[in-house]
């Protein structure tokens, strides 16, 4: 008998789940009613464009949906076996992936490290989008040195995003990972764009990985005020 656990692996069954993922998103999406601040910020988007969309670990599910139809976009998705699931659903959302795995130091030499972070800049120089989460397993709310350094080698701002659900569920794992239901409001944030120096130092590297990091607190806990009035503390806030 097959273990349930071979039957997740399984090609067919990853990407079964990432289609029904990916119109799971859609119906969440197109059926909560979201407030959004500032009020123009899926317009500034291309203002800044390419950038680097930044978000949390576990808050990331309906960032998809924050790309303007008219712009290009990928998204770094680990390498992992279970990233695989995350990957065709973002396919699935007109998003492109990118494999590889981001670091809290400056080494980015493990877990396709160098391929992943290689082909973001290529990506932004070549005038993409991208998407990435700013903290790195399993360190939940701590911004890596990788996102800071693809801004500072690409010259593309970072820009911090949040989306929050009042309906939802939130799993009991490392990032706490938030699955948003549908049928209910929402808020989305997006913070200041930040810039890296290409000459920037190591100090510099390090104040800039801190504005990421308090940027995305501030973002995420307004987005949960703006849907239900928390602060985010029951997502890992």
């Known amino acids: 008998m097959v273990s349930f656990r071979k039957l997740t692996h399984a090609p067919w069954f990853q990407r ?3 289609v029904t993922a990916a119109h799971y998103l859609q119906l969440v999406w197109h059926t909560t009613r979201f407030a959004v601040e500032p009020l123009d910020a899926l317009e500034r988007i291309p203002q800044h464009a390419p950038l680097i969309l930044a978000f949390w670990h576990g808050q990331h599910f309906l960032t998809p949906f924050v790309k303007p139809p008219n ?3 990928k998204v770094l998705i680990s390498r992992h076996r279970d990233g695989e699931i995350n990957a065709v659903a973002a396919e699935r959302l007109g998003i492109e992936t990118i494999r590889g795995s981001g670091t809290h130091g400056t080494d980015f030499a493990k877990k396709g490290g160098v391929f992943g972070f290689s082909e973001l800049v290529r990506a932004l120089k070549e005038g993409c989008n991208v998407a990435m989460t700013a903290d790195v397993p399993k360190v939940s709310r701590v911004a890596g040195f990788g996102i800071v350094k693809l801004a500072q080698m690409s010259g593309r701002p970072i820009y911090p995003v949040a989306i929050a659900t ?3 569920f939130v799993l009991d794992n490392w990032d ?3 699955i948003n239901l549908p049928f209910g409001r929402g808020g ?7 810039h890296v120096p290409l000459d920037a130092d190591s100090q510099t590297l390090e104040l800039a990985r801190r504005a990421v990091e308090d940027s995305l607190n501030a973002v995420t806990a307004r987005a949960y005020e703006l849907a239900d009035g928390t602060t985010g503390e029951q997502a890992g806030g």
């Open 16 to 18: 079964a789940a990432g």
């Open 71 to 73: 712009l290009r976009a």
């Open 166 to 168: 009042r309906r939802r």
């Open 176 to 178: 706490r990972t938030t």
């Open 188 to 194: 989305g944030v997006a913070g200041a764009p930040i």
